[in-house]
C-alpha cells in the first residue's frame, strides 16, 4: 500500500460533500465505503467520490 494515502474523518468528508456529519453516517449505513479502525472510521477519499458518482441522481430536466 502507498505510504501517502491518507484516509479522510468524518469531518473531512462531511466539508468536502457540505453535508452534516448526520448526512455522512447515513451515507454510510446505505454503503458509503469506510474503514474502521478501533473505534475511530475512515474514508479513502477515491472510493467516496466512485460511491457519490455511481449513487447520483440526475433531476428529470422536463420538471
Same mark, same amino acid.
Given at each position: 500500500?502507498?505510504?501517502?494515502? /491518507?484516509?479522510?474523518?468524518?469531518?473531512?468528508?462531511?466539508?468536502?460533500?457540505?453535508?452534516? !456529519?448526520?448526512?455522512?453516517?447515513?451515507?454510510?449505513? !446505505?454503503?458509503?465505503?469506510?474503514? /474502521?479502525?478501533? /473505534?475511530?472510521? !475512515?474514508?479513502? !477519499?477515491?472510493?467516496?467520490?466512485?460511491?457519490?458518482?455511481?449513487?447520483?441522481?440526475?433531476?428529470?430536466? /422536463?420538471?
Amino acid at each position: 500500500m502507498p505510504s501517502d494515502i /491518507k484516509y479522510m474523518t468524518i469531518e473531512d468528508v462531511s466539508e468536502m460533500l457540505q453535508v452534516t !456529519r448526520t448526512t455522512i453516517y447515513n451515507l454510510k449505513k !446505505r454503503g458509503l465505503p469506510f474503514i /474502521k479502525i478501533g /473505534k475511530t472510521l !475512515r474514508f479513502d !477519499r477515491e472510493d467516496v467520490v466512485d460511491w457519490i458518482e455511481t449513487h447520483k441522481t440526475i433531476a428529470d430536466q /422536463k420538471e
